[in-house]
């Protein structure tokens, strides 16, 4: 069976109503990224951070995975997928996806400040507890913190990632601006010459040749993609 690597960003969530970052209107635009998303943030401030993501965890829990996070899921019934995103929320798990990996974290999870990536320490949190409250704990006794990566902090699934991108036969990249290292650099990974497709209503600059752009929306885009990789195998 044919690997395929699918790497999505904010675009690939669009369409369920959770704004990108660097769009127009973007979250970027509305808050001070390195306020609500940094680790000097954090430092400065919990209390805001953990606000900000309190909210985002209420915007997801109100809304759906798309017709995109579907037709990826569905990927799986032709293809072996691993789908590695930069999102995160929980959609593409909501949609059917069973293997993601989350590059920047995840919504539904808390965990310690003191050794964010201990296992030991990481809590998932549900629709009736979504909100971490100025002050609550984590189970070292250390402050409770959104189970994100932030900015000036290390990205400890980025191997993993790596070791996905570079055994696959198809590569799908859809919905990132693909600015952000060292998420960016994964397509760095894919063996010479195995198709890779981009689905993004923007141009996007990627700096490998042979790159088939589709320019379209998450939904629309993954539709057409579907079909031309059904036609084949
Ligand atoms: P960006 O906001 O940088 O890029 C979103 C991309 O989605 C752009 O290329 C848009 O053109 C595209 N897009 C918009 N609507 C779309 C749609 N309906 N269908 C498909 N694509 C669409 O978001 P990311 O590249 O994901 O990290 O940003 C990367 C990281 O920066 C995020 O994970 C986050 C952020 O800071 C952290 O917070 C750690």
Not at 46 to 71: A, C, D, I, K, T
Not at 110 to 121: C, E, G, I, K, V
Not at 209 to 216: L, Y
Request: some cysteine; aromatic content about 6%.
């Amino acid at each position: 069976m044919k690997q395929i690597v699918v790497l999505t960003g904010a675009g690939m969530s669009a369409e369920s109503g959770i704004s990108t970052f660097r769009d127009a209107g973007g979250l970027w635009e509305k808050y001070p990224v390195m306020q609500v998303a940094s680790h000097d943030g954090w430092e400065a401030d919990p209390v805001l951070v953990n606000q900000f993501y309190n909210e985002r965890r209420r915007e997801l829990l109100s809304v759906r995975p798309n017709r995109g996070h579907e037709l990826v899921a569905q990927l799986e019934r032709l293809f072996k997928v691993s789908v590695v995103t930069q999102n995160v929320d929980n959609l593409h798990e909501r949609a059917g996806s069973s293997h993601v990996i989350h590059l920047h974290g995840e919504l539904m999870k808390a965990t310690s400040s003191l050794d964010p990536n201990n296992p030991q320490f990481i809590e998932t949190l549900n629709a009736e507890h979504c909100n971490i409250a100025p002050g609550q704990k984590a189970k070292d006794g250390s402050l409770l913190r959104p189970f994100i990566v932030f900015f000036q902090e290390a990205v400890p699934m980025i191997e993993t990632a790596a070791e996905e991108v570079s055994k696959a036969n198809i590569l799908i990249i859809i919905g990132t601006s693909l600015n952000v290292y060292p998420a960016a650099g994964l397509v760095h990974y894919a063996k010479p010459g195995i198709p890779i497709y981009l689905i993004d209503p923007k141009p996007v600059s990627v700096r490998i040749n042979g790159v088939t752009f589709i320019q379209k929306g998450a939904s629309d885009g993954m539709e057409e993609l579907t079909q031309l990789l059904t036609a084949v195998e």
